[in-house]
């Protein structure tokens, strides 16, 4: 038996101080807890820290417990089993049609696909809908498709790069939040390391979900507007159902996978700390908790902890609800009125992040800032392009527009500074670094300044209204220029192709890495130590994992679902 007792640091996940006992496993929580609460009380005492009952967590071997007592572990294992059959005999089936099907004595020709810039045979399309099923779980097929490179670059290929970024800066932050069973110089963190500038790239991982958001948005309001800008005003508002279905069936297949999977890793493991893997509200509350998660509605009671990272998919839920009729009453009824709207929406997450109440950081009226940015650069790209496309493209009377001339004097005026080298660098380069560069300083100096102070702090009241004006600016002046062409060596380095396999697996790295990350680290038997080079050890691994795992998920999990989806109801951008 394994008994401990745990003081947790930020948001109730990182130990901060852990000490614990390994017993026989004949005793139980009653016999021993006098005995470990009244030690507890004098060692820790002198410090002013007080354990109470609840504080104190024993816990058995997990090969003193079986799998097959745990219905929603076996019926999950289950699954998982069934999902990988099914892998198996589409793959195999799609080998054999590759090798002896009708594709070899030329009734049917293979078709061709760019695998990492070379052409690579695909198989014919099945004929008949049991075989077209199968061929959605075939491990070859989404192999391909995860490798697959485009015939030549688009203009948002800078966003693949930036995406990968964001959740390598996840990952960073995350690996810290979630390690178990924490860190044993917990006072040198907080008096020395969260000082040095390499503890930056830490406490500024809290970027990269607005980061998100924002490219959400944009991609949500360019893919919008280009499907459906000349749809009629009936016609765009009757597509609304059809986008809302498609992102709930594109989103919730791997969420409800994510949410069930966690409960046989307690099977799978043992150590000193192996009950917190148990008890870890991210797992076990979901066992009465999951339908929050599917309904993405966990952020409106603050009593739900199941997959708590999952919040980020709530609000972003929400923003997309929010996203068409936005885009609808701005391009088909009234812009201002539509503009307004948003306004609002920007002032009130202003207005609650500068007090900064206690769930601030959650709730999606407190975190809508990047979002409304992404829509409005979206909204600025596609009047930009309108004006800098050939004439013949202009709107005809009754499409999603008005029927205008070509020219667009602000739309012109900034494509003219876009192209204008000198005036490129003002207007947008040296914004962006300021508006960027000042948020990351302020937001690390803050953190180290402000450690463990109260939030009515008026600096840090300023901080956090400043990152939510300036991180969604900085990035829209950032990325307007690359969207043309421009950004020299920073653009080509984010729009490089090799991002977009990675680019791929980002969904499922996000949804999967808090659970991998405290399976794995809870192995240990002794607390981790704090240096810079341990962290980039720690973080080394945990990046090649996570990638890794999330590169199984996607083919055996998210691709499958995803050509089930295209096949019924078409591809959804």
Not at 186 to 200: E, H
Not at 347 to 373: E, H, N, S, V
Not at 444 to 450: E, G, L, R, V
Not at 464 to 471: I, L, M, Q
Request: charged content about 15%; proline content about 6%; hydrophobic content about 50%.
């Amino acid at each position: 038996t394994y008994c401990g007792w745990t003081a947790r640091g930020g948001f109730g996940l990182t130990p901060m101080m852990m000490w614990g006992l390994c017993l026989p496993n004949t005793c139980t929580p009653a016999n021993i807890f006098p005995a470990v609460n009244a030690t507890v009380a004098m060692l820790l005492g002198q410090y002013g820290i007080q354990a109470s009952p609840d504080q104190i967590e024993c816990g058995f071997e997990a090969a003193d417990k079986s799998i097959t007592d745990d219905p929603l572990a076996m019926g999950i294992s289950i699954f998982t089993l069934l999902l990988l059959a099914l892998v198996a005999v589409a793959t195999a089936e799609e080998m054999w049609t590759m090798h002896f099907g009708p594709g070899v004595d030329g009734v049917a020709a293979p078709d061709t696909t760019q695998l990492l810039g070379s052409p690579m045979k695909v198989r014919p399309r099945p004929v008949g809908l049991p075989l077209r099923l199968l061929a959605c779980f075939s491990l070859r097929h989404n192999v391909l498709r995860l490798l697959a490179l485009p015939a030549k670059a688009g203009p948002t290929d800078v966003l693949n790069g930036l995406r990968v970024i964001s959740m390598l800066f996840v990952l960073t932050g995350h690996s810290i939040l979630y390690i178990n069973p924490g860190f044993s110089n917990f006072v040198d963190i907080v008096t020395y390391y969260v000082k040095l500038p390499s503890f930056a790239f830490i406490s500024d991982a809290v970027f990269a979900v607005d980061t998100f958001f924002f490219m959400s948005a944009f991609l949500a309001t360019y893919n919008f507007l280009k499907r459906y800008r000349k749809e009629t005003l009936r016609g765009a508002t009757l597509e609304i159902p059809k986008l809302y279905l498609a992102r709930y069936l594109r989103l919730t297949p791997l969420v409800a996978y994510v949410v069930f999977a966690g409960f046989p890793l307690y099977y799978f493991g043992s150590g000193p700390v192996w009950q917190y893997v148990e008890s870890n509200t991210m797992i076990a509350d979901c066992r009465t908790q999951w339908w929050y998660m599917i309904l993405y509605i966990s952020v409106y009671w603050s009593e739900v902890q199941c997959q708590g990272h999952m919040w980020y998919l709530a609000n972003d839920m929400i923003f997309f609800i929010l996203t068409p009729p936005l885009l609808v009453t701005y391009t088909l009824v009234n812009e201002a009125l539509a503009m307004a709207i948003m306004v609002i929406m920007m002032l009130i997450t202003f207005g609650l992040r500068f007090p900064m109440f206690d769930r601030a950081y959650y709730l999606p009226y407190a975190r809508i800032a990047p979002y409304i940015y992404g829509i409005w650069m979206g909204l600025l790209y596609e009047r930009l392009t309108r004006e800098a496309a050939p004439p013949a493209e202009v709107d005809v009377e009754g499409k999603m527009g008005e029927e205008r001339e070509r020219s667009d004097p602000l739309a012109r005026r900034v494509l003219d500074a876009i192209h204008h080298r000198w005036v490129r660098k003002v207007a947008f380069y040296v914004p962006a670094a300021a508006l960027l560069v000042t948020a990351l300083w302020w937001n690390w100096h803050s953190t180290y300044k402000y450690l463990g102070a109260s939030t009515k702090n008026t600096e840090m009241r300023m901080e956090a209204f400043y990152y939510v004006f300036a991180w969604g600016l900085g990035l829209t002046f950032a990325i307007v220029p690359m969207l043309f062409g421009y950004g020299s060596v920073l653009r080509r380095a984010l729009a490089h192709h090799a991002w977009i396999p990675l680019a791929r697996l980002t969904y499922a790295c996000y949804l999967i890495h808090p659970n991998l990350i405290y399976w794995l680290t809870s192995h240990t038997t002794s607390a981790y130590q704090y240096t810079p080079v341990v962290i980039m050890y720690l973080l080394a691994g945990n990046y090649l994992a996570v990638f890794v795992s999330a590169a199984v998920i996607w083919l055996v999990v998210e691709k499958p679902f995803m050509n089930l989806l295209a096949l019924f109801i078409g591809k959804s951008e």
